[in-house]
């Protein structure tokens, strides 16, 4: 028995072993909350930017990939984020979630998305261009739970601007990268406030010319030819995802992607 | 400057992150001993039988339910800060965050000399008579229960006694579990008093002022609020979220000053209310009475067999539909009350599909629910299918009520009752119908119709 985490209603877990056996009172959302959320369907994602390809009219898709990305690929941004990971479409009870999480100060919410994360990740790692011995032993750990001294990938969340972290008092991309059960590195700063992405128009968004993110320098070797997994709380147009891949290219890492909670 | 934080602050408590006043002021003022700073959540040891436990409370809303706190690092104070998840839409409280109460001497509220109530209404003979030992009790300061039947005009009869406590300087509070009736009371009030200090607090509200001596209010927005009434006079004491919630309970409790009375009304009172009231530890009256002076519609029982495997075949109890079919031709509005949301979305489809009256449904999460219920009100539907959500508060005159299902284990006595008060409230019509459609009578059923039956009795008829 838990209490759902978004509407206080007491629900039943399955009956299986795995709950059978742990104490733990498990931190998640109830049934009729999960069905309300969107997943997108892994084969039916677009090849670049994650979404979810069945919402989209055919004449926007190209070979599994988006009109969006295709655009992406042309301008002068190319290239530099190989690939994105949504794991929900942004429908409106996301958005309900996701402003109760980011400006109402309740860190709980993402953590109830930490199964369906690290399932995520674990996708990401399939996917990656690893060795197939590599995989299978990173994939063995996470099954396992078991801490190593390696990992795939160098997790990267998104940072605030220090106003701004003050104010909320977290990261929301850190609590969401803290959710992948391995070190967090903040390799990133933002330099100066220009106004909340989320206040602007799509237009707006795509003449960001100057870079907002840096590299903090002390970092440089952490990513170094290195797998980069950026982390960010949703992916709408990617100019803030490919910024920040931008201005980690100084440190010539191997592979930027990213994963995001949502896309839309 | 001070006079304006006097003015905020007195009878509140409010996160540091509320207050418009610069951390400076506000700090002169802590040392002058003029407010006091509270942590937001506090660690308190319990004992248990196993031992000691140490637990996190919230200071604001009492909550001391640990599945309900959550910790996490906070980037503010640069430690392990805990939140409460309770009363996060009043915006959050941390451990590092802190609550900010005036102790000082209080500011100066209006006086009231002269008749100020500007109501012109009649009260019946037991309306004044419960208007008289409210006030009365008040003055006293001790609690009183009001017990009236639905219909009964509770609201009114407030007016007298609060305009007496008014004039005796006390600060009042009218506080129910519902925003709809905020709303529908305050020009009410604002038009009987024109001349008093008046708030009202709900969610969203526009019509908030400091230092008010009649505060309207939802139960929730009484977490704003300490050590500030004189009186709360909280209506439908047995309403669904207050009823439930120990945190309603503590918000009451705290926003009252510690010399105060409470006054309950109800049409159901629940039963730590109505047993010392029948012992005589509580004071108060009963209204067995509507204003229109006619009995209540006692409900009839009608057996419809197994009606949820009928609609699953999108079938309807024959009884049912007879009924249905003989008092749509008066042209009359029909409630139908159904157990849950899913029955009432089978229902509604089964029941488009076999009768040719306007027809609608109403559920607690529907967005276009307040249309809908003017749209009935107005007549412009005929048959509102709908769940325990309009099974108080609604006044719909000449109207019929129908409880599908009647059995089920969410209608208890007190809905039970409260729905079959929909009916016959209206001069015009004063006898209404009531019709509980069942698949064998509960206990609750039965306790209902005795409890109208009771009250009729009183009533002397």
Known sequence: ?264 | MTNEIQNLLFGKRLLLDEIPFSIQELDQLHQNGLIEMEQGIVQCEIKRPWGKQTIHRCCRCGNTDQRLFHSYPCEKCHQECTYCRKCLNMGVVKSCSKLVTWVGPPPKFLEYTMPICKWTGQLSSRQIEASDGLAKALMRRENYLIWAVCGAGKTELLFPAIEKLLQDGRIIAIATPRTDVVRELYPRLKKAFPQVRMSAHYSGSQDTQDSASLVLTTTHQLLRFYRYFDHIIIDEIDAFPFHHDAMLHFAVNQACRLKSSKAYLSATPPADLKTPFLKNQLQGTRIPVRFHGHPLPVPKCIWIGNWKRRLKKSRLPSLFMKWLMKTSQFNCPIFIFVPSVTILKHLFHALKEQIDVSIDHVHAEDPNRHDKITRFRQGATQVLVTTTILERGVTVSRSRVAIFGSEDAIFDEAALVQMAGRAGRSLEDPKGEVVFFHYGKTLEMMKAINHIKSMNREGGF
């Not at chain 1, 990740?121 to 299978?136: D, G, Q």
């Not at chain 1, 998104?158 to 969401?176: A, I, M, T, W």
């Not at chain 1, 803030?240 to 290219?249: D, E, S, Y």
């Open chain 1, 1 to 264: 028995m838990s209490l759902c985490i978004w509407c206080q209603s007491i629900y039943a877990h399955p009956l299986d072993f795995r709950h059978l056996l742990s104490v733990s009172n498990q931190v998640g959302y109830c049934p009729q909350c999960v069905a309300k959320l969107e997943q997108i369907p892994a084969h039916q994602s677009c090849r670049l930017c994650g979404r979810d390809l069945t919402k989209l009219d055919a004449i926007y898709i190209k070979d599994g990939t988006c009109l969006d990305c295709m655009k992406w690929e042309e301008g002068p941004l190319h290239g530099l984020l190989e690939k994105n990971y949504a794991l929900y479409s942004y429908n409106d009870f996301m958005k309900e979630i996701m402003s109760t999480f980011k400006f109402r100060g309740d860190v709980l919410l993402a953590v109830g998305f930490k199964p369906l994360v690290l399932w995520l990740y674990k996708r990401v790692i399939k996917e990656s261009p690893l060795t197939w011995f590599e995989k299978a032993r990173y994939l063995f750990l996470y099954q396992m739970g078991w801490q190593f001294k390696e990992y795939p990938y160098v997790i990267v969340p998104l940072p605030l601007s220090q106003e701004r972290l003050k104010e909320r008092g977290y990261n929301q991309s850190v609590v969401l990268a803290e959710l992948l059960q391995q070190p967090v590195i903040p390799a990133l700063q933002r330099r100066e406030d220009g106004g909340k992405q989320s206040k602007k128009g799509r237009a707006e968004r795509l003449n960001t010319f100057q870079n907002p993110y840096r590299l903090d320098s002390d970092y440089t070797d952490a990513i170094r030819d290195k797998y980069i997994l950026l982390i960010d709380d949703i992916y709408t147009t990617g100019t803030t995802l490919r910024l920040a891949a931008a201005a980690l290219k100084v440190a010539k890492p191997k592979q930027v992607i990213s994963l995001t909670l949502c896309h839309g």
